[in-house]
């Protein structure tokens, strides 16, 4: 009976052991926030209608991001667009900033097909700006990596055509 009681104390230990070893592991990981990995320093919308509003009341124009984990030209953008600090600075002070992993209901922000990556602007009078293009003529608002410099010329872009049009 002794060794029965032991061998269920032994069993109970491991249990309890490699239960706890299982939460400190999930714990470790950083905690997902709405970035994503686009840039923690910006302040991130959690929807798109969230976006809107906050671009009609900032005066301040929307970026959609549309991306997937599994995509490896979003993960190669991702990683530029993270870390190049015009870019950043402007996604910060300049925009409302939003990236989603599934497509809305608008279909203004997939003129031309629902692929990603894709950037598409939304100005303050929540008109999408389907004429702020990438350099693709079959997938117009699609950036890859070495397209940064067009990127942020687009940022400025919509900057520019909100200053004009208020």
């Given at each position: 009976?002794?060794?029965?009681?032991?061998?269920?104390?032994?069993?109970?230990?491991?249990?309890?052991?490699?239960?706890?070893?299982?939460?400190?592991?999930k714990?470790?990981?950083?905690?997902?926030?709405?970035?994503?990995?686009?840039?923690?320093?910006?302040?991130?919308?959690?929807?798109?209608?969230?976006?809107?509003?906050?671009?009609?009341?900032?005066?301040?124009?929307?970026?959609?991001?549309?991306?997937?984990e599994?995509?490896?030209?979003?993960?190669?953008?991702?990683?530029?667009?993270?870390?190049?600090?015009?870019?950043?600075?402007?996604a910060?002070?300049?925009?409302?900033?939003?990236?989603?992993?599934?497509?809305?209901?608008?279909?203004?922000?997939?003129?031309?097909?629902?692929?990603?990556?894709?950037?598409?602007?939304?100005?303050?009078?929540?008109?999408?700006?389907?004429?702020?293009?990438?350099?693709?003529?079959?997938?117009?608002?699609?950036?890859?990596?070495?397209?940064?410099?067009?990127?942020?010329?687009?940022?400025?872009?919509?900057?520019?055509?909100?200053?004009?049009?208020?």
């Open positions: 009976m002794m060794l029965h009681s032991a061998l269920a104390l032994c069993l109970l230990l491991v249990t309890v052991s490699s239960n706890l070893a299982i939460a400190i592991k714990e470790k990981r950083p905690p997902q926030t709405l970035s994503r990995g686009w840039g923690d320093d910006i302040t991130w919308v959690q929807t798109y209608e969230e976006g809107l509003f906050y671009a009609h009341k900032s005066k301040k124009p929307l970026m959609v991001i549309h991306h997937l599994d995509c490896q030209y979003c993960q190669a953008l991702k990683q530029v667009f993270a870390q190049n600090e015009e870019i950043q600075e402007m910060q002070n300049k925009f409302i900033m939003l990236n989603l992993m599934h497509e809305t209901t608008d279909k203004n922000l997939s003129p031309d097909g629902q692929y990603v990556p894709r950037i598409m602007f939304v100005d303050p009078s929540l008109t999408v700006r389907a004429d702020i293009t990438g350099r693709y003529s079959n997938r117009l608002y699609t950036y890859e990596p070495q397209d940064l410099p067009l990127l942020i010329e687009n940022m400025k872009k919509a900057l520019r055509l909100i200053q004009s049009e208020l």
